[in-house]
């Protein structure tokens, strides 16, 4: 695949991006990149573009020798596999903005791109717009990154905007996430954090050279907020989002999860409103740093898109340095989460779970208490699929240790003080 002089593009997909990044470089004649052929699934569809341009037979790109470049936009993550792992093995470069696909071959991805030394390149599969994954490589090539914090599914974003500042019915956010182009095909993916799950398994890739599944990280979405949440989240002044965070632990090991958050005003996260996305990156030496940008949408989306074709004009691809580096770490479940619960019942919880509660009350309709809890206690937990159960992790949630406080309530005992009386006010 030579790159350098021309790029003539062989375009998977016609929706929301594919029709972007079409008309974005119609309007980008300097990057002198031609989209040959574009394969879609529906011939009868009408289309914004000439009618000889387009295909269903995907073939008729993948085998044309003149094009180098492979864009794949497809809505669909098996037949993307297909298509992504068949370009590469006849040597075009891909972009790709399909994170599940990504998220979910990743290893086999990793070795395509190395046996058969072509780029591989997916700005617009994390966070649309924000160069995130190109600055985890580039700049965060070493040790310094200390955590991730970040909102990287617009859609949910979206909803929750539009619930808590806007009142608008979930139903209506939803649809309103979906005419703008912005949902997945299948909105379960946003709005059950599978989609935020696959985009946090690329960031680890990239930020801490951690290659896993999705499956093997515990996720939840937004369906599971309940109204009374929000009410309480308003009571305190805070926020509610989604987010995925990893964080460097003092071992060196990686805490990770995506989960919604109560948010204060004190995080950057606090003013993200609608379909944007915002990352506060945590390094060593330089406190915080935040990107924020469009999450979703047509052309926020193709920018990225357009800048990955940019980028294979000078031959550019990840280098992947963490994960073949001493730098590369590994997950740990071996931490705590500070989180606010709220059920229907008493019994929609086993509270022994629970390493301590720290307030709770209770109202005629819903029960709602704050408590600390071992992760790996809380990835396992039954309780915590159920629908009538809503977990929001607190505003600085991942503790490290609970060590001071455990010994500080065994001396308390010791004196004979019951160091939680009134602490579970319900008990
Ligand atoms: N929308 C967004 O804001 C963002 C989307 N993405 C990702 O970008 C990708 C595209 O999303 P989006 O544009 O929203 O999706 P759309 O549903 O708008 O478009 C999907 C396109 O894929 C085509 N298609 C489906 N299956 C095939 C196939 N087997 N062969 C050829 N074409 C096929 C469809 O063809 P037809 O037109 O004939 O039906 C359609 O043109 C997805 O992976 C999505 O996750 C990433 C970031 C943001
Ligand atoms: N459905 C996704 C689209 C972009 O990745 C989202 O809402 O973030």
Same mark, same amino acid.
């Given at each position: 695949m030579n790159t350098a002089n021309k790029l003539t593009i062989g375009l998977f997909g016609f929706g929301v991006v594919g029709e972007g990044i079409y008309q974005v470089l119609q309007q980008t @004649? #300097? =990057?002198?990149?031609? *989209?040959k052929k574009i394969c879609v699934k529906h011939p009868e569809k009408p289309r914004n573009a000439p009618p000889e341009l387009f295909t269903t037979n995907g073939d008729e790109l993948l085998n044309d @020798?003149? *094009?180098n470049v492979i864009v794949e936009l497809i809505n669909d993550a098996d037949d993307a596999y297909h298509i992504v792992t068949t370009a590469l093995k006849g040597r075009k470069a891909v972009v790709s903005a399909n994170k599940k696909l990504i998220a979910h071959h990743l290893p086999e991805l990793l070795q395509l791109q190395k046996q058969y030394d072509i780029p591989f390149l997916y700005e617009a599969a994390v966070c649309g717009a924000i160069p995130i994954i190109r600055n985890l490589e580039e700049y965060y090539d070493n040790d310094l990154l200390r955590g991730i914090c970040g909102i990287v599914n617009g859609s949910t974003n979206f909803i929750l905007t539009k619930i808590l500042a806007e009142n608008l019915p979930y139903a209506k956010a939803l649809q309103q996430a979906q005419d703008q182009g912005f949902a997945e095909t299948d909105p379960t993916l946003d709005v059950e954090g599978y989609d935020a799950v696959n985009k946090l398994t690329i960031l680890l890739a990239h930020g801490y050279g951690i290659v896993t599944h999705p499956d093997q990280l515990l996720f939840r979405g937004i369906n599971q907020i309940h109204a009374s949440d929000a009410t309480y989240a308003a009571e305190k002044g805070l926020q509610i989002k989604l987010t995925a965070q990893a964080k460097k632990l003092s071992n060196g090991k990686v805490a990770t999860f995506v989960l919604p958050q109560l948010v204060? &005003?004190? #995080?950057? =996260?606090?003013?993200? @409103? &609608?379909e944007n996305n915002g990352v506060v990156i945590e390094s060593s030496f330089s406190d915080k740093q935040f990107l924020y940008g469009k999450g979703a949408g047509r052309f926020p989306t193709a920018s990225a898109v357009l800048s990955d074709i940019s980028a294979l004009r000078y031959q550019y691809r990840y280098e992947y340095r963490k994960l073949k580096s001493a730098l590369r770490t590994e997950l740990t479940d071996d931490f705590y989460l500070r989180v606010f619960v709220s059920c229907a019942s008493d019994s929609d919880v086993s509270r022994e779970d629970f390493e301590w509660i720290d307030e709770a009350y209770i109202t005629n309709k819903r029960q709602f208490f704050v408590g600390v809890i071992r992760f790996d206690k809380l990835k396992a937990a039954e309780w915590l699929r159920k629908p009538q159960v809503s977990l929001l992790v607190c505003p600085d949630g991942i503790i490290e240790g609970i060590e001071e406080r455990q010994l500080k309530k065994r001396s308390l005992e010791l004196a004979g003080v019951n160091s939680l009386a009134g602490a579970y006010l319900l008990n």
């Open positions: @004649p #300097s =990057l002198q990149a031609t *989209i @020798p003149e *094009i204060t &005003n004190q #995080s950057k =996260l606090f003013d993200v @409103p &609608n």
